[in-house]
């Protein structure tokens, strides 16, 4: 993550996010269980994709450009493509299938480094190339990804998925911001990365994997279970919380 976000250069960039996908690995595949290796094998193949779009995009620039620094990035058709290649690497709509199903394989703990800490060089990324990216791609998926990831999130039982929805609403109005107002972007993300892991935390003491579970644990720790509601609102953006701030 850190060699990602403190990068100049575009083949270091893409060494961050490779290193930060092969690390992960292992902590989604922990469980040995067959969800979680299939869990595994979906995440590795859409990171090391999305990964080497934007090793072809920055190569792309850099052939007709002549420059590899990232906040250099001028060629249309390399916009293009790294827009897409952000898109993937976080879960916008229409890149956004995989994130659902990772995140249902893999353990709460797990689930929460995914939806937090592996989210921040994408979206570095994301806000250093911010003056370069596709707006009109861009708020195409941005507005897609809010409207997805608030209808899709209806139908779910599983809280893991509910969350992995909550966190494609999340990042589309991110990604519709970040052309106008950078810092608002990285406003948002903190506050999101904060309130998300939370509930993660939450749900991984409580054990609550599914809605029926999560039911009935206010017998079992009522003061958790009043901090967990105050939280998702917060999250939902309900005005005297933290969440309406962004």
Known sequence: ?????????????????????????????????????????????????????????????????????????????????????IAMKLGLVPFHFWFPEVLQGSPLTTGLLLSTIMKLPPMALLFMTSPSLNPTLLTTMAILST????WMGLNQTQ?????????????????????????????????????TSTVFLTLNSIKALKLSTLMTTWTKAP?????LLLTLLSLAGLPPLTGFLP
């Not at 902590?27 to 094998?41: F, M, N, V």
């Not at 409207?147 to 608030?150: E, I, K, S, T, V």
């Open 147 to 150: 409207a997805l990831g608030g």
């Open 1 to 85: 993550t850190t060699i990602t976000i403190s990068s100049n250069h575009w083949v270091m960039a893409w060494t961050g996010l490779e290193i930060n996908t092969l690390a992960i690995l292992p902590l989604i595949s922990k469980s040995h269980h067959p969800r979680a290796i299939e869990a595994a094998t979906k995440y590795f193949l859409v990171q090391a994709a999305a990964s080497a779009l934007v090793l072809f995009s920055s190569m792309t620039n850099a052939w007709h450009t002549g420059q590899w620094d990232i906040t250099q990035l001028t060629h249309p058709v390399s916009c293009l493509i790294l827009t897409s290649a």
């Open 223 to 227: 003061a958790l279970n009043t901090m």
């Open 159 to 195: 809280t893991r998925k509910i969350l992995a929805f909550s966190s494609i609403s999340h990042l589309g109005w991110m990604a519709i911001i970040v052309i106008y107002n950078p810092k608002l972007t990285l406003l948002n993300f903190y506050l999101y990365a904060l309130m």
